[in-house]
Structures are given as C-alpha cells and as structure tokens.
C-alpha cells in the first residue's frame, strides 16, 4: 500500500475519529502539517489503564451520582473495588447505551428497547452520549499533551481546528447521525453553528474497517488481483456487513457492490443468551440471586467467554468463594460447570445470522465474492472465528483476520477515511422519495378506489394525495457526490404562500421496487427530514385556470447520497439563475429517545 500522500492544506489541523462501540470505544487521531506526510495513530494510554499501557480501547461503561453528574468513564469505572464505592455512594452504573439510540427497524426481532439497561432517571440517550464523548475527547486532549513533543503548545496551535469522524453500525442513518452530531456540539466538539457542525463527518463501522484493512496491509493481494472482499466488523452490539470491489490500483479506487447490512446479534447477544440459561437453571437454587448472577455475568464476560474455543471443551464460571457448592446446578467450590454445547448455544444464534447475512450480500452483490475480512471485537473470539471459517469455507469463501488489534480498526479506519476516500461508489440501502398528489386518472384503478379523497387545486386541476415520488431507488450505485433530482411544483390561490417551500424527504423500507402509495403500507415509510427554501424573491407571476387566477412555484428536490452521510436540498430558478437551499438536514424527531 502506497504511503499517505502530504497534506496539502494551509494551515495545520487535527482530525479525531471516535469509535463509541456498545461494549468497547476508542479513539483515532491524525495530525496534519502542511507539506508533511500524516501518521495514524491510536490513543493506547487512558486512565485507569496506566498497568496496560498499549490498549486501545476502553469500556464503553460509566457511573452517574443520583444528581445527574459523571462519577466514572471507562477503565476508570471498572477499577477494581468500584463496585463497593458505587455501593456506598448510590452510583447509577450505565452500560450498551449506544443501542438506545438505534432505529427503531433494526433488530426489533432480536434487541427490544424495553429489555436494555435502562439509562439514568432524567438522563436522555443523548447527554449519555455527550457525557461519554466528552470524556473520550478530554483522554484525547491528555494523551497528545503528554505523549507529543512540546504537547501543550502543539494542543493550542490546532484546538480550533480539529475536524471529528464519528463511525456508526451499518444499519444507521440521517435520524441517527443528527442525534450524534447533536451530542457532539452537546460535548462541545464544535460550536453550535453551520460552520461549527460541519467539522462532524460520519463513516459507517463498515468502510472504516474496509480503510483499515487496505491500510494494515490486509489487503494487498485483494488489491492486485483486482478481487472483491466482504468486510465483517463483529462488534458489541452489531455485526456490519459490507462488500467491495477494487476497480484500480494507481489511483487505489474501490466501489461498493452491494447494499451494506447491518444485524444486531454483536457479542452482547451471547451475553444475553448466556444470562437467561443461568437464571432458569439457578432459578431454585440459593445462587439464583440478582448479586450471585451479576458476579457470574461478569466473570463470564471477562473469563469465560473470550476464550471458549470447542464443543468439546467444558468452561468455568467463577463466583463467590470456595464454600458455595450446589451438585444438582453443577456448582462446586465457587464454581459453576458449563458444558461445551451449553456454552455453544450461546454463540451459535449469532454465528448463524453472520453467516445467512453473509450469504445474503453475496447473493445481491454485482460482482463474485472470494475473501472474507473478520474485524471487530468479536472478531477475536477463537469458537467464532473457526466456526464461522468453517460455515464459509464450503461456500468458496475464504476467511481471513488480523493477527491482533482488531478491535481498533474502525477508530483508526475513521481517520483514513476522513484522509482517503478511496470508495468512490456506494449502493443505496433503501429508496428515497416524497409525498406528492398526483393528477386523478379516471382509467387507473388505483386512483378510483381512492376517488373519496380528491382534491381540487387552485389552478382547477383534480389530484389524488398520498402518493409517493420516487426520487432515488433501493439498489442504484452512487458515486462520489453524484446528484439525484426530481422536479415538482406548488400552487396557491395567494403568492405569499409560495415565498416558502419545503419538502419532506421519505424512505421506504418495504419489498416493493416502484412504491406508488403511502397508505398501502404505512408501516414501511420513514419520514427521514424536511428540507426548505426561501423562494421570497422569486416574482410571483398569476396565472389563469379553470378556477380563477392562481400562482405556482417549480422547485427541484435534490439528494446527495454518494457520501456516508445523506443530504438534501431544494433548486430552483430566481431571475433566471439557478438557487439551492443550504444543505442542511433538519430531521424529524421519530425516534423516542430513552429515559
């Protein structure tokens, strides 16, 4: 892989990529001189972790007191004994609060919203959010103070100028990216102004694993051979699948060729599975207690699960002290048996999805797949990996993973992207359009069964509402900033109501191709955000139809989806002169945020 290019900027600046995983998060960060070649770091030194200096991540865990304010964050919360202190000091722990903030579409079969670890009373998804930021932002901020020559001063020639990456599941979309830009100016990254909420990006988990595959070197012989790769990040809460194709080397180009997934079976779901087994089976034994399983629950996150590797092998979870035995539970000397297949029916529900997703984006993809990328947290346990090479190897598919630090891929992975941008097409995941009324057709049969519902437009026209215009379709490939656009009009009997027009940007997530109407499946239907004009200017000329004099206003609605993150805007004409709207996205409030 050819070196990152010098940067060609005027003035220096840092770029910051934050990875807040459900279990684990880290940080990415690259300093950019002019004329200088950047380097990729990773923060690997954060408090609480001085006697394992080199570790790149933290636990995605915090305590609040009871008046809201942060106690501890990360390996600073789980220090050992802070359990008592939390005890004695009437801590609230908090922890996998990043899934209170997915949509609500995604995995609502496997994670409901009312089964997660509640949030602190009075605390919204968001401050949990921006609280946790902060901190990682602050650790960032030490960490380049100390680590670099002259780190002080260095902080302050760049302070004002740090652009930040925030990644994010695959299955993520505009509701979700505002509401982590709203934390972001919440945590104060930037202030709360245009310019200031432009220096928040997005990527998925999925494309920044993709960049830091290419710039490990994973990728080399993809590379030259011209292959397409499957990227799978197996994370906490979600497994993200995407698929690439190189299509040139020199510039190293790569193209989406399928619509990236996203499930939510991470090793939170183990956990889960895991937890449930051990309360049915103690539920008549004196161990069966909330505090016996919570201390089983954690020795099995941090003991038992990472290395489980074979059916065949019996695991250990350790508790309590030498004298807890119960034969009929399988508990001897603070020990409880489990046996192989016990520990693997946690696993496998994952393991089964991952590879029927797998299945699933090879099948769709443009073009033949032959190597799979295993990243992520998950990625590094042993039952998963053999396993899952084992499902995939009959099905020609070869996988491979990075000897070690997969769990810092997406963080470091961030900052490439903010540097590269080497995909330079991607596949839309669902289709986008708008509500509009259509002109009644008497000869459709679909407009006669809706013929209750007319309406008689100023201009004398009879339409139809509720029906939905298409403007980008599910499964069309996008590059770069590419434009797609769709033109419509609004009529008023006065020119005052068209100095304004907004449009209500839409997805559909059902199964049909052409969706036509809105009311057939409601459920289906996402209203994402609302874009306006100001169209004040535009001369208003009045216009005779079968009703009487009227006014109308041509506008385009124009989405920009070739980046990671959508935009919209409205286009129109003033004085002959083609004028668009700011693109900026102003997104409906659907998601209830958790309390």
């Not at 956990?271 to 399983?293: C, H, M, Q, T, W």
């Not at 696993?347 to 797998?358: C, E, G, M, R």
């Not at 986008?432 to 069964?449: A, F, P, Q, R, S």
Request: proline share 5%.
């Amino acid at each position: 892989m050819s070196p990152l290019a010098p940067y060609q900027g005027p003035a220096r600046k840092l770029v910051i990529a934050m990875d807040v995983g459900t279990t684990y998060s880290g940080v990415g960060y690259a300093i950019l001189d002019p004329g200088e070649v950047p380097r990729i770091q990773g923060i690997t030194r954060f408090p609480g972790q001085e006697d394992s200096a080199g570790d790149s991540k933290i636990p995605s865990i915090m305590y609040y007191r009871r008046d809201g304010t942060v106690h501890s964050v990360g390996a600073e919360a789980a220090q050992p004994g802070m359990e008592l202190e939390a005890e004695d000091e009437d801590l609230v722990f908090v922890e996998w609060f990043k899934l209170h903030l997915r949509p609500e579409n995604l995995g609502s079969d496997n994670v409901k919203r009312a089964e997660l670890p509640p949030l602190p009373e009075g605390k919204s998804v968001l401050d949990v959010f921006a609280d946790f930021m902060r901190y990682l932002f602050t650790c960032t901020q030490r960490y380049i103070c100390e680590t670099h020559a002259s780190g002080e001063s260095l902080w302050q020639s760049m302070k004002d100028r740090i652009e930040f990456v925030l990644s994010h599941p695959n299955g993520w979309e505009g509701l979700q990216q505002g509401k982590m830009r709203e934390a972001a100016v919440m945590a104060g990254f930037v202030p709360d102004t245009q310019e200031g909420r432009e220096r928040i990006h997005f990527v998925t988990e999925g494309e920044a694993s993709l960049h830091f595959c290419i710039r490990s070197g994973l990728t080399t012989d993809s590379i030259a051979d011209g292959q397409n790769v499957m990227i799978v990040d197996a994370g906490g809460g979600t497994v993200d699948i995407s698929s690439y194709s190189f299509v040139s080397t020199s510039p190293l180009s790569v193209e989406e060729i399928a619509s990236a997934d996203c499930i939510m079976h991470g090793s939170t779901r183990v956990n889960v599975r895991a937890e449930l087994f051990l309360k049915e089976r103690l539920k008549s034994s004196p161990y069966g207690n909330d505090e016996d399983i919570k201390a089983m629950m954690d020795y099995f996150n941090k003991s038992t699960k990472p290395i489980f590797k074979d059916v065949k092998d019996q695991s250990y979870i350790k508790f309590g002290s030498m004298s807890c035995n119960d034969p009929k539970v399988k508990i001897r000397r603070g020990q409880l048996l489990l046996s192989g297949s016990e520990m693997e029916s946690f696993f496998k529900p994952s393991l089964d999805a991952i590879v029927a997703a797998v299945q699933t984006q090879r099948q769709t993809a443009s073009r033949p797949i032959s190597t799979v990328f295993l990243v992520g947290g998950f990625a590094a346990s042993p039952w998963l990996y053999a396993n899952l090479h084992n499902a995939l190897k009959p099905l020609g598919l070869t996988l491979c993973r990075p000897d070690t630090h997969t769990n810092k891929a997406v963080a470091e992975g961030g900052v490439s992207f903010y540097l590269e941008h080497f995909v330079s097409a991607r596949v839309i995941k669902v289709t986008y359009g708008t509500v509009v009324n259509i002109d009644y057709d008497t000869k459709d049969l679909e407009h006669v069964v809706r013929s209750a519902h007319k309406i008689v437009r100023p201009s004398g026209r009879v339409v139809i509402p509720d029906s939905f215009s298409s403007i980008l379709t599910k499964g069309t490939r996008v590059r770069g900033t590419e434009e797609m656009s769709r033109s419509y009009f609004k009529e008023s009997r006065e020119a005052k109501t068209l100095d304004t027009m907004s449009a209500e940007i839409m997805c559909y997530r059902g199964k049909k191709q052409d969706p036509r109407w809105v009311d057939l499946e409601p459920e289906c239907f996402t209203t994402l955000c609302t874009v306006f004009a100001d169209t004040s200017r535009v001369v208003k000329t009045p216009r005779a139809g079968r009703n009487g004099v009227h006014y109308a206003q041509d506008f385009d609605v124009v989405l920009m989806c070739g980046l990671t993150e959508l935009k919209a805007q409205i286009r129109w004409t003033e004085n002959g002169e083609e004028k668009r709207s700011p693109a900026k996205i102003v997104y409906g409030d659907d998601l209830e945020l958790a309390r």
